[in-house]
């Protein structure tokens, strides 16, 4: 397992840095640790003095950024090995966002905070974050500050699809769940939702020819299926001796994914980027995006692209 770390060197970038080191495996995990300076740009000049006083310029701010990366590197080096990991330091020059996606195929997980240093922290997602977690292959961990539990909550989205089941063969392999308290969400997506409407929306009074009602059949058809799909992704996790609950909602996936993060306490949601698209679900890679950018906790988004 190869794991790319980020840092601006921002309090924010520290606080995601040692979540991200709780959440990981820290063992048979390589882990590199990023800082990437922005460029500094002037425009040419044409007259050989201003030539000459720009080329100045550059080489002073290739000694200052150059100092300054290495202080943000060992400070954050420092704090990694805290949490027993030996982080390797690479220092790059350019667009940050261009560098990590650049870098990001060599890896099985990218870190990176939910916002940098010149973003408001209430933000969401800072531009740098966003533009990864749209981009980047192989998994991504949007890391934000723990709960403070001496537990780990981990909640695990679940459609059925081969993204979904990817994301809870990553969670097991890549973070640190041996103590973990998992949870298993389902959303059931029922076509009326989109429209606004809620269950009640037809007149079922519970007797037998009710029960015939097409919208009937179809809801109890889709509670059987997140029944069967939780109870095959329950044992895939439980293949790695963990204990783990399971839940089913209703509604909108994103919405229900993002209610019970922050009403549950969880540190961690793990998410597949893509999933399936019949009638019957919603692509749970279309609702990624929102829940990484608007979770109170860290967010895993494991990407899958069809062969």
Same mark, same amino acid.
């Given at each position: 397992?190869?794991?790319?770390?980020?840092?601006?060197?921002?309090?924010?970038?520290?606080?995601?840095?040692?979540?991200?080191?709780?959440?990981?495996?820290?063992?048979?995990?390589?882990?590199?640790?990023?800082?990437?300076?922005?460029?500094?740009?002037?425009?040419?000049?044409?007259?050989?003095?201003? *030539?000459?006083?720009?080329?100045?310029?550059?080489?002073?701010?290739? *000694?200052?950024?150059?100092?300054? #990366?290495?202080?943000?590197?060992?400070?954050?080096?420092?704090?990694?090995?805290?949490?027993?990991?030996? @982080?390797?330091?690479?220092?790059?020059?350019?667009?940050?966002?261009?560098?990590?996606?650049?870098?990001?195929?060599?890896?099985?997980?990218?870190?990176?905070?939910?916002?940098?240093?010149?973003?408001?922290?209430?933000?969401?997602?800072?531009?740098?974050?966003?533009?990864?977690?749209?981009?980047?292959?192989?998994?991504?961990?949007?890391? *934000?500050?723990?709960?403070?539990?001496?537990?780990?909550?981990?909640?695990?989205?679940?459609?059925?699809?081969?993204?979904?089941? *990817?994301?809870?063969?990553?969670?097991?392999?890549?973070?640190?769940?041996?103590?973990?308290?998992?949870?298993?969400?389902?959303?059931?997506?029922?076509?009326?939702?989109?429209?606004?409407?809620?269950?009640?929306?037809?007149?079922?009074?519970?007797?037998?020819?009710?029960?015939?009602?097409?919208?009937?059949?179809?809801?109890?058809?889709?509670?059987?299926?997140?029944?069967?799909?939780?109870?095959?992704?329950?044992?895939?996790?439980?293949?790695?001796?963990?204990?783990?609950?399971?839940?089913?909602?209703?509604?909108?996936?994103? #919405?229900?994914?993002?209610?019970?993060?922050?009403?549950?306490?969880?540190?961690?949601?793990?998410?597949?980027?893509?999933?399936?698209?019949? @009638?019957?679900?919603?692509?749970?890679?279309?609702?990624?995006?929102?829940?990484?950018?608007?979770?109170?906790?860290?967010?895993?988004?494991?990407?899958?692209? @069809?062969?």
């Amino acid at each position: 397992m190869k794991t790319l770390m980020t840092t601006d060197g921002s309090q924010m970038s520290m606080r995601a840095l040692r979540s991200a080191g709780t959440l990981l495996r820290k063992t048979k995990n390589e882990v590199d640790l990023l800082c990437v300076a922005p460029e500094l740009y002037i425009p040419e000049m044409k007259r050989k003095a201003a *030539r000459q006083r720009a080329a100045r310029i550059r080489e002073s701010y290739r *000694r200052r950024i150059a100092l300054e #990366t290495e202080a943000i590197l060992k400070k954050a080096r420092e704090a990694l090995a805290e949490q027993g990991i030996d @982080a390797n330091p690479i220092s790059q020059t350019g667009s940050p966002s261009d560098v990590i996606l650049r870098l990001a195929p060599d890896y099985d997980v990218i870190v990176v905070g939910a916002v940098g240093r010149y973003h408001s922290p209430n933000l969401g997602l800072g531009p740098v974050a966003s533009r990864v977690v749209e981009k980047a292959h192989g998994t991504v961990l949007v890391s *934000r500050e723990l709960s403070g539990e001496e537990r780990l909550r981990v909640l695990v989205g679940v459609d059925g699809s081969l993204a979904s089941r *990817r994301a809870l063969a990553t969670a097991a392999a890549c973070f640190d769940l041996d103590e973990a308290e998992i949870t298993i969400l389902h959303v059931k997506e029922t076509p009326w939702i989109h429209l606004g409407l809620d269950r009640e929306w037809f007149d079922y009074s519970g007797d037998a020819t009710s029960l015939s009602d097409p919208e009937i059949q179809f809801e109890e058809e889709l509670q059987r299926e997140a029944e069967n799909l939780l109870e095959a992704s329950r044992k895939i996790l439980e293949n790695y001796d963990y204990s783990v609950i399971t839940m089913i909602a209703e509604g909108s996936p994103a #919405t229900e994914i993002l209610g019970e993060a922050e009403n549950g306490g969880y540190d961690l949601v793990v998410l597949g980027a893509t999933g399936v698209t019949d @009638a019957k679900h919603a692509m749970l890679g279309s609702v990624s995006a929102k829940v990484a950018a608007q979770a109170v906790c860290s967010v895993a988004i494991v990407r899958h692209h @069809a062969e």
